[in-house]
């Protein structure tokens, strides 16, 4: 924790017969990266971090003829990858039909890389996928820029916006405007909403939160709580959000979001995921009597995946722009550091 970060030598090992070995062409920083970094996500190191990322299959074990949605694959072919294995098993995979609660998953990027097949992570080379990791083939006109955060962040905003629907026509808040929040707005746009406002920090994902088709975006340090509370139902006809998504991890937003929602409105809570956060006192009457939903989401599921390269052929907007910076693996360190600073809207290393 905290310690420099290192580049160092493992052995690439060749797959058994049902993994593969993928060399890796770009992969991107999530924010779990440097909340592991920092200690804020308690994982065996050493690792190798990263779990987003997209790469060409360098190696097939024999058994593995096809991706996950059935095509035929190649070594050479260019493929993402979900970064959660699942167990496919237990009570959550199999009976309730939610791999999210699953008990015995494995998350590339989380686990130790001091042991067999030790590269488990997408800043490297090379990469070692595990028997029944779900992975697709990417469509050549999509680039590496543009799918590469495909498997985490945009993933993650599929799921939970699929849980809390855009209906045509709502007003949708998105309070955040890093990477889970520029997502979320750009697929609310595109599913219908019909305004976008997101509440943000200044700098450089303030412009990009426009470029991803939010309407209006609120300088949050610019206005006090009730002022940005009355700020919001205004640019909502005076009547607040249909929709409103936590996608900020600063959870004492989560109380102003509620008082943003119209009456009947739904909450959407993908920001906040860690045990040590900022405890709440919420007024329940202001949720029953107001009649509101509230939906919490995490991560993705590997359907997800293919539900977001469909996405990213399919959108008008300029997604590739949510890579602003590239850094080789020595940069590392001054990667992990320009994203905790906000100096970037996302960071990808060129590998
Ligand atoms: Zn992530
Ligand atoms: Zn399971």
New binding site residues.
């Given amino acids: 924790v905290n310690k420099p970060i290192q580049v160092k030598e493992f052995p690439l090992v060749d797959p058994d017969e049902r993994s593969l070995t993928v060399k890796i062409d770009m992969a991107s920083l ?4 440097v909340h592991m970094w920092r200690g804020r996500r308690i994982v065996p190191f050493p690792l190798i971090p990263g ?2 990322g997209i790469g060409r299959i360098h190696k097939l074990g024999k058994k593995v003829s096809k991706d996950s949605a059935g095509n035929k694959v190649r070594s050479g072919d260019r493929i993402v990858w979900s ?1 959660v294995l699942h167990c496919r098993n237990c009570y959550y995979c199999f009976i309730k039909k939610d791999p999210s609660g699953c008990q015995n998953k494995i998350i590339y990027g989380y686990i130790s890389s001091s042991e067999h097949p030790y590269l488990n992570g997408t800043l490297a080379e090379y990469m070692y996928l595990r028997p029944n990791t779900v992975f697709y083939i990417v469509p050549e006109e999509i680039s590496d820029e543009v799918v590469v955060p495909a498997s ?2 945009l993933g ?1 905003a599929i799921n939970g916006i699929n849980r809390a629907r855009v209906d045509l026509g709502d007003n949708v808040l998105v309070q955040g405007i890093g990477p889970l929040g520029l997502y979320s707005i750009a697929l609310a746009k595109e599913r219908g909403a019909k305004k976008v406002v997101a509440i943000g920090e200044p700098g450089i994902r303030f412009e990009t939160a426009k470029l991803f088709g939010a309407d209006y975006v609120i300088n949050r340090f610019a206005l006090d709580v009730n002022q940005r509370i009355q700020k919001v139902k205004d640019l909502f006809d005076g009547r607040g959000a249909d929709l409103a998504i936590e996608c900020s991890g600063y959870s004492p937003v989560i109380i102003e979001g509620i008082e943003m929602l119209d009456h009947g409105g739904r909450y959407l809570l993908l920001g906040t995921a860690s045990e040590n956060v900022k405890m709440l006192e919420i007024n329940p009457s202001k949720i029953t009597l107001r009649r509101l939903l509230l939906i919490g989401s995490r991560a993705t599921e590997p359907h997800h995946l293919l539900e977001a390269i469909k996405y990213l052929q399919l959108t008008k907007l300029p997604v590739e722009r949510m890579i602003s910076h590239k850094y080789s693996l020595e940069d590392a360190e001054k990667a992990f550091k320009a994203y905790e600073d906000l100096k970037v809207v996302k960071a990808a290393f060129t590998l």
């Fill in positions: 999530c924010g779990t990266d779990h987003e970064h985490c962040a993650t």
